[in-house]
């Protein structure tokens, strides 16, 4: 299974990006789906992250300006980020935790994407 991360880039304060992560490979069914983001200083944290069903939770300091969705038929999930501040400025990693069936078992194991950098100048 790999998970494929883009969308990242550099914007200004204020303005918007859209992450996009697509998952691909020997995939029975996608479970949760989410985005965390790291910097040198800080571990890795959870941004949002959404349910098969849809449904979502988001950190503190994104409510109200990240909006994470998902479209199951494409194993992709996004992150709209909008009114983006400096201390946004991360590694974004997308997450996966994926079902597998080999042929006798079910197995589900947590991936992860590549990362994609995001930069936010004030």
């Known amino acids: 299974v790999q998970l494929q991360a883009s969308g990242g880039g550099l914007v200004q304060a204020g303005g918007s990006l859209r992450l996009s992560c697509a998952a691909s490979?020997?995939?029975?069914?996608?479970?949760?789906m989410g985005w965390y983001r790291q910097t040198p200083e800080k571990e890795r944290d959870l941004v949002a992250i959404i349910t098969n069903g849809g449904r979502s939770n988001y950190a503190d300091s994104v409510k109200g300006r990240f909006t994470i969705s998902r479209d199951n038929a494409k194993n992709t999930v996004y992150l709209q980020m909008n009114s983006l501040k400096p201390w946004d400025t991360a590694v974004y990693y997308c997450?996966?935790?994926?079902?597998?069936?080999?042929?006798?078992?079910?197995?589900?194991?947590?991936?992860w994407g590549q990362g994609t950098l995001v930069t936010v100048s004030s």
């Open positions: 490979g020997s995939i029975f069914g996608i479970n949760d």
């Open positions: 997450y996966a935790g994926v079902t597998q069936y080999t042929g006798s078992i079910y197995r589900t194991n947590s991936y």
